[in-house]
């Protein structure tokens, strides 16, 4: 083995530009990209809503039933016009992940766009290098797919939002991350299941990443079912669990109780309406309880689902990004943990845009992914 030496202070200087006095300092990359876009930078970066203090108000934020029509269920099941425009598509593991090579996602036909939904509903995450997208045009993307989601605590590109910042160095000054607690994305989780129709597809974009380290990796919530015993399926099936939200809020009637999560209840396995597919829907995060049993028995159970996920390496992709890069992931069906092994000593910056889907559902008739490829599932 070749010992390599630490990459010099000097050569990441160059990648910063300042934004304005007293303020974090913007990596070049994002800086020209988002000026190229229009966006405007001289009031500060990034913009931050008006934070909710409390907890009643953030629940009732889109505290609706509503439809939603899935764009995967309205796509040709051939994919033939996303497909054949591609210069390559590469499937990166046999159970999650597909990069498309050659294709520029502002330029997708509204017929590509339904096609995509599909490939990401079936593949679980999709990428693409290379790309020239503004922040208006990922946000105008995520519309096809969904209703895009407001956060309103999370901050957003200025003028855009629903745009959200992903910027470890923005997060480290409010709560510093360490190589024994890199926290944050940091672990594996699940986007915004507090939500009453929680995240369909989401889009990052990466215009800043290290040159080592910070890859993403995603976990198939199909595959992490089929993992499971026939008999230990039937356990859990139609089953239900309290769902908690990543922010806190005060109650109102009692703010001196301190900060309280959202909670939502939703099923445990679910189906996704475009593949037809039963996925498990469960975090080490996020997921705080199955309804109708005791904590302890509860504990046991989520447990060994979120095992499942985390430790079997075959049913997992691990991503390398690239500079100008676009992951789509769907929520419904996987977790994902970004690596924070790089321990912040380059920049990284992107924007998200995540669209919400149904309200999550269970249907005891539905295959797995295997059943539906003609795999062995016992």
Same mark, same amino acid.
């Given at each position: 083995?070749?010992?390599?030496?630490?990459?010099?202070?000097?050569?990441?200087? /160059?990648?910063?530009?300042?934004?304005?006095?007293?303020?974090?300092?913007?990596?070049?990359?994002?800086?020209?990209?988002?000026?190229?876009?229009?966006?405007?930078?001289?009031?500060?970066?990034?913009?931050?809503?008006?934070?909710?203090?409390?907890?009643?108000?953030?629940?009732?934020?889109?505290?609706?039933?509503?439809?939603?029509?899935?764009?995967?269920?309205?796509?040709?099941?051939? /994919?033939?016009?996303?497909?054949?425009?591609?210069?390559?598509?590469?499937?990166?593991?046999?159970?999650?992940?597909?990069?498309?090579?050659?294709?520029?996602?502002?330029?997708?036909?509204?017929?590509?766009?339904? !096609?995509?939904?599909?490939?990401?509903?079936?593949?679980?995450?999709?990428?693409?290098?290379?790309? *020239?997208?503004?922040?208006?045009?990922?946000?105008?993307?995520?519309?096809?797919?969904?209703?895009?989601?407001?956060?309103?605590?999370?901050?957003?590109?200025?003028?855009?939002?629903?745009?959200?910042?992903?910027?470890?160095?923005?997060?480290?000054?409010?709560?510093?991350?360490?190589?024994?607690?890199?926290?944050?994305?940091?672990?594996?989780?699940?986007?915004?299941?507090?939500?009453?129709?929680?995240?369909?597809?989401?889009?990052?974009?990466?215009?800043?990443?290290?040159?080592?380290?910070? *890859?993403?990796?995603?976990?198939?919530?199909?595959?992490?079912?089929?993992?499971?015993?026939?008999?230990?399926? /039937?356990?859990?099936?139609?089953?239900?669990?309290?769902?908690?939200?990543?922010?806190?809020?005060?109650?109102?009637?009692?703010?001196?109780?301190?900060?309280?999560?959202? !909670?939502?209840?939703?099923?445990?396995?679910?189906?996704?309406?475009?593949?037809?597919?039963?996925?498990?829907?469960?975090?080490?995060?996020?997921?705080?309880?199955?309804?109708?049993? *005791?904590?302890?028995?509860?504990?046991?159970?989520?447990?060994?689902?979120?095992?499942?996920?985390?430790?079997?390496?075959?049913?997992?992709?691990?991503?390398?990004?690239?500079?100008?890069?676009?992951?789509?992931?769907?929520?419904?069906?996987?977790?994902?943990?970004?690596?924070?092994?790089?321990?912040?000593?380059?920049?990284?910056?992107?924007?998200?845009?995540?669209?919400?889907?149904?309200?999550?559902?269970?249907?005891?008739?539905?295959?797995?992914?295997?059943?539906?490829?003609?795999?062995?599932?016992?």
């Amino acid at each position: 083995m070749v010992a390599t030496e630490p990459l010099p202070i000097a050569s990441h200087i /160059k990648e910063f530009v300042i934004q304005k006095k007293d303020t974090l300092p913007l990596p070049l990359a994002a800086r020209t990209r988002l000026e190229a876009a229009g966006i405007d930078l001289s009031h500060g970066y990034p913009e931050r809503p008006a934070k909710p203090l409390f907890l009643d108000d953030a629940i009732s934020i889109r505290n609706e039933d509503r439809p939603h029509i899935d764009a995967g269920a309205c796509a040709d099941k051939s /994919k033939s016009a996303l497909l054949s425009a591609a210069k390559e598509v590469i499937h990166l593991t046999k159970n999650i992940g597909t990069e498309i090579v050659g294709l520029q996602l502002k330029d997708l036909t509204g017929q590509q766009r339904d !096609e995509l939904a599909l490939l990401i509903a079936e593949r679980s995450v999709v990428f693409f290098r290379d790309q *020239d997208i503004t922040p208006q045009q990922q946000k105008e993307l995520g519309e096809h797919f969904g209703e895009v989601e407001i956060h309103p605590q999370a901050p957003h590109v200025p003028g855009v939002p629903g745009v959200t910042i992903i910027w470890p160095a923005l997060m480290a000054t409010e709560r510093k991350a360490s190589f024994r607690q890199p926290g944050g994305a940091s672990r594996w989780h699940t986007d915004l299941v507090h939500e009453k129709h929680p995240a369909g597809i989401t889009h990052l974009h990466n215009d800043t990443v290290p040159t080592v380290g910070g *890859d993403t990796l995603w976990a198939s919530g199909y595959a992490a079912y089929s993992k499971l015993s026939p008999d230990f399926r /039937k356990i859990i099936d139609g089953k239900y669990a309290i769902y908690t939200s990543a922010h806190t809020y005060l109650d109102r009637s009692n703010p001196e109780a301190g900060p309280k999560h959202i !909670e939502r209840i939703h099923p445990i396995v679910r189906v996704h309406p475009a593949t037809g597919w039963k996925s498990l829907f469960v975090n080490r995060d996020m997921t705080k309880q199955i309804v109708g049993l *005791d904590k302890a028995e509860s504990d046991v159970i989520l447990n060994y689902l979120y095992h499942v996920y985390e430790s079997n390496i075959d049913i997992q992709v691990r991503f390398k990004w690239t500079p100008r890069t676009s992951a789509l992931w769907d929520n419904r069906i996987t977790m994902h943990n970004a690596s924070w092994d790089y321990e912040g000593s380059e920049p990284r910056h992107g924007t998200r845009v995540t669209s919400l889907a149904e309200k999550p559902y269970f249907d005891p008739d539905a295959p797995t992914r295997r059943q539906a490829l003609g795999l062995d599932d016992d």
